[in-house]
């Protein structure tokens, strides 16, 4: 345990290079379950950023001019009291600021050395801009999103930046510490949203492949299905359905009280169902249908607004959201039983580095020269 902090990762040190969403994400990822986090920004960015970014919470962070040579050797200091370095710049720019792998191994051969980027450190878009949209467009996971006839949708940016690209990267993290654990060496993690967003579609390559899975919002779990979808109620919100078992299915119904539905099995009946249920959902408030369904297995759900996710008496029950820095956010997860959760906080700006290496005088120096901020 180091710093006080408490969790699975207490002890483990990680230097975030300040980047878009995934870095941070791997950065709040590792923060949540106890590790030391340190974000590095540039100097004029450190002191416009908000404290209370929901990212940046439990971190630390500074400014740093990696563009001068004292800033990049105070980066070495920094590295060499580190166990993990999350960068997130284009192929070749920490290379050429001096602070790419082979440099910052010559001085801490332990050091997990992460490289967040969407296309890769390789191949022939490794060096172009691109955003969450291009990286889960290339992956092939794009197509296969949004309502039949309708545009490829993206789900906001979660899945490039967030469930392929950060959580991704965190979890190299953890393969990389655990290897050092046999090794004792420091390992590069080429962690690259293209292949995190494919991965995550695993499951559907066998569907596609097979033809069993279909054309954009024609199949089973993409609303193609009518016993999988949302549906408006009376008072204008929606309702999530997810009755794709036969018991789960009757569950349902017979809390509707329907009957003589179409056949549910035969495809070209969906259209009808369709059709009849959102009928039926219209007649009644999303909080009426709530209460018809409480406590079923007809697996019906109010579609939340984030707000009221929140105030939800299950997650209230399981205190799932917390509110930091005046933020209402999420909790960490998953939730190691019986480990001691980290505190969370706003992050807090570092000023004595001296547990990193460098002492006072030199960060004073630093500091008066607008090096390090
Ligand atoms: C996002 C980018 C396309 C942005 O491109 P650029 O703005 O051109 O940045 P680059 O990475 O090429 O280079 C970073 C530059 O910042 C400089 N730099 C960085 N940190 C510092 C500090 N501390 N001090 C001084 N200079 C610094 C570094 O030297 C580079 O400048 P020079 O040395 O002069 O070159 C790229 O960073 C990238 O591909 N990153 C990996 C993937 C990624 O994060 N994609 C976006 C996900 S977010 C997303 O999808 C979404 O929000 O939506």
Redesign the pocket.
């Known amino acids: 345990m180091t710093d006080g902090r408490r969790g699975p990762l207490a002890g483990v040190r990680v230097l975030e290079?300040?980047?878009?969403?995934?870095?941070p994400f791997a950065g709040m990822m590792l923060a949540d379950h106890g590790a030391e986090v340190l974000r590095?920004?540039?100097?004029k960015a450190v002191s416009d950023r908000p404290r209370t970014d929901v990212m940046d919470r439990g971190k630390h962070s500074i400014?740093?001019?990696?563009?001068s040579p004292e800033?990049v050797a105070a980066f070495k200091e920094l590295a060499r009291h580190a166990d993990v370095v999350i960068e997130?710049?284009?192929p070749g720019?920490a290379e050429?600021?001096g602070i790419g792998p082979d440099d910052l191994h010559a001085v801490n051969d332990r050091l997990i050395y992460g490289r967040?980027?969407?296309?890769g450190q390789d191949g022939p878009l490794a060096s172009t801009?691109?955003?969450?949209?291009d990286?889960i467009a290339i992956s092939g996971v794009l197509s296969m999103l949004g309502r039949e006839g309708g545009k490829p949708t993206p789900p906001i940016?979660i899945l490039?930046?967030f469930a392929g690209?950060g959580l991704m990267l965190a979890y190299g993290v953890l393969l990389a510490l655990f290897e050092r654990e046999r090794t004792g060496k420091g390992r590069v993690i080429d962690a690259a949203?293209v292949d995190g967003a494919s991965i995550l579609f695993a499951m559907f390559y066998q569907g596609v492949q097979s033809g069993f899975w279909g054309p954009r919002g024609t199949n089973l779990l993409d609303t193609g299905a009518p016993q999988y979808d949302t549906y408006e109620t009376a008072d204008g919100e929606y309702l999530a359905v997810g009755s794709l078992e036969p018991q789960f299915w009757k569950a349902m119904v017979e809390l509707m009280g329907l009957t003589d539905l179409p056949d549910r099995d035969d495809r070209a009946q969906w259209p009808a169902l369709r059709a009849r249920l959102a009928e039926e959902f219209r007649k009644r408030t999303r909080a009426e249908w709530e209460k018809v369904f409480d406590g079923s297995d007809a697996c019906v759900s109010p579609v939340l607004s984030m707000s009221e996710a929140a105030a939800h008496p299950h997650n209230v029950a399981r205190d799932s959201f917390t509110e930091v820095g005046g933020l209402v956010q999420p909790r960490p997860a998953p939730r190691l039983l019986g480990v001691p959760a980290q505190d969370l906080s706003p992050a807090t700006r570092l000023t004595d580095l001296s547990g990193w290496g460098l002492t006072r005088e030199e960060a004073d120096r630093l500091r008066e020269r607008g090096i390090l901020g």
């Open positions: 290079l300040a980047g878009l969403a995934p870095g590095v920004d540039r100097v400014g740093l001019d990696l563009k800033g997130v710049f284009r720019v050429r600021l967040m980027t969407g296309w801009a691109g955003h969450d949209i990286y940016n490039g930046d690209g949203m």
